[in-house]
């Protein structure tokens, strides 16, 4: 059982800049691939980022695509999402996910992952 916990979240302005932390019980946790989802009230869960157990390799959704940075220290057992020029558009709360790096699943598919954070929050004012 991997348990997660996420900070990071607020209130920022349009153009604004927010780093979120996804911390990770338990050992062994460069076996995981992390990934970040958000979800608006009303609307479907929706891939943002994904990074291999080993750091090297990171997936994006189209919309984070040059302005988030999906990263990860093993050391820490954290995962982070750097999210820069954030947009309204971008509001929702943000989920950690974590998933066995063996398993054959795209890294933006929920089936990568079996265990999920609680969210935070983020907000992007117009």
């Known amino acids: 059982q991997v348990q997660m916990v996420e900070s990071g979240g607020g209130l920022v302005q349009t153009g604004g800049s927010l780093r979120l932390s996804c911390t990770a019980s338990?050992?062994?946790?460069?076996?995981?691939?992390m990934g970040w989802f958000r979800q608006d009230p009303g609307k479907e869960r929706e891939f943002v980022a994904a990074?291999?157990?080993?750091?090297?390799?990171?997936y994006y959704a189209n919309s984070a695509k040059g302005r988030f940075t999906i990263s990860r220290d093993n050391a820490k057992n954290t995962v982070y999402l750097q999210m820069n020029s954030l947009k309204p558009e971008d509001t929702a709360i943000y989920y950690c996910a974590a998933g066995p790096v063996g398993r054959n699943r795209l890294p933006a598919a929920f089936a990568s992952y079996d265990y999920w954070g609680q969210g935070t929050q983020v907000t992007v004012s117009s």
């Open positions: 338990g050992r062994a946790f460069s076996f995981y691939r």
């Open positions: 990074i291999s157990g080993g750091g090297v390799n990171t």
